[in-house]
């Protein structure tokens, strides 16, 4: 069993940046692939990055390339999402998620664990 937390969201306005964190639990972290992914308000939850166990796979999604990074530090079991240029389209709660593989997907329904979510809030 894998527990996730995450936290980091808040308010900021359009431009600006937030770093959002997961911190892990349970069995060997370093063996996850791990995903952020993301819903706004009627609308379905969409695929944000992901990062293999090694850090050699990496995706984004198209809506954020070049805006946000993922990255992990498997020594403190935490995952990390930094976001910049921040747009009102980025409001949503943010996911993270583990899945028991070393290959990373942008497929949510492949992923085995999920955070409870954190709300990011972009004013315009």
Avoid: H
Avoid at 7 to 19: D, E, M, T
Avoid at 57 to 72: E, L, M, N
Avoid at 78 to 92: R, W
């Amino acid at each position: 069993q894998v527990q996730l937390v995450e936290s980091g969201g808040g308010l900021v306005q359009a431009g600006g940046s937030l770093r959002l964190s997961c911190a892990a639990s349970g069995r060997t972290f370093s063996s996850y692939a791990m995903g952020w992914f993301r819903q706004a308000p009627g609308k379905e939850r969409e695929f944000v990055a992901a990062r293999s166990w090694t850090g050699g796979s990496t995706y984004y999604a198209d809506s954020v390339q070049g805006r946000f990074t993922i990255s992990r530090d498997n020594a403190k079991n935490t995952v990390y999402l930094q976001m910049s240029s921040l747009e009102p389209e980025d409001t949503a709660v943010y996911y993270c998620a583990a899945r028991l593989s070393i290959f990373v997907t942008t497929t949510a329904r492949e992923y085995d664990y999920w955070g409870q979510g954190t709300q990011v809030t972009v004013s315009s």
